[in-house]
């Protein structure tokens, strides 16, 4: 049997290492020997002994702020020995090595799997609470591996002069940068006619660091009152 799609670009990449590594852009594969972090549902293949475990909210404690989403947290945890491959609708994946001292703001619908090695919370976006009602974002800290999703190639900018960033584009940023919320649009009759811009409010974005941005926007949440509320920040890693 002869095709292309039998090139060496299209098979298994294999390493002696375990560990995530880029499948290709679209797919990650975990060389899994121990235990793994993943979205729930993002399993799209595997090979081996691997076994997934549902956490839900109870038992992440320290990860389901239940008072301001009232749901759990989509995440799965794979143990075992095999090959695991994961995407998120044919998302580029880029995979983030977090050194000890490192820390990184994510907004959760980009996360896809990390290493069990890190840890993680859901806290808020500093300067953000009186503009938008309140941002959360997931911070990840420690030693070892995270894997994110953008839709399409996203520009990764440095925070050398004052940056503003669409907050649904906002993929992750540099955890020690200070953050608000900044009017980008002009009050005036237009306003008060009922026009918009669409671009009413932007992040701001100062210190040392970075900002990975999409060529994307992610789309508020729907739902009641905090869902709302909190738009693409939170959306996808609580369902």
Known sequence: MRSALFSAENLEKESAQPGMRLQNSKMLKIELNGEAMARVGSMVAYQGQVQFQALGSGG????????????????????????????????????????????????????????????YDIKMVG??????????????????????????????????????????????????????????????LGTLLGRSTGEAFTMSFAGQGFVVVQPSEEPPLQGSGTQQQQGGLLGGLLS
């Open 60 to 119: 992440l404690g320290k990860f389901l702020k239940q008072k301001l989403t009232g749901e759990g947290v989509p995440l799965m945890k794979l143990t075992g020995r095999g090959d695991v491959f994961l995407a998120d609708f044919a998302k580029d994946v880029h995979i983030i090595d977090l050194e000890p001292g490192d820390a990184l703001s994510i907004n959760g619908s980009s996360v896809l799997a990390f290493d069990s090695s890190l840890q």
């Open 127 to 188: 300067g953000t609470g009186m503009a938008a009602s309140g941002l959360f974002n997931c911070v990840f800290s420690g030693h070892g591996r995270i894997a994110i999703t953008t839709k399409g190639t996203p520009v990764v900018l440095n925070v050398d002069a004052p940056t503003y960033v669409d907050p649904q584009a906002a993929v992750c940023w540099s955890a020690s940068l200070q953050t608000g919320y900044h009017r980008a649009e002009q009050l005036g």
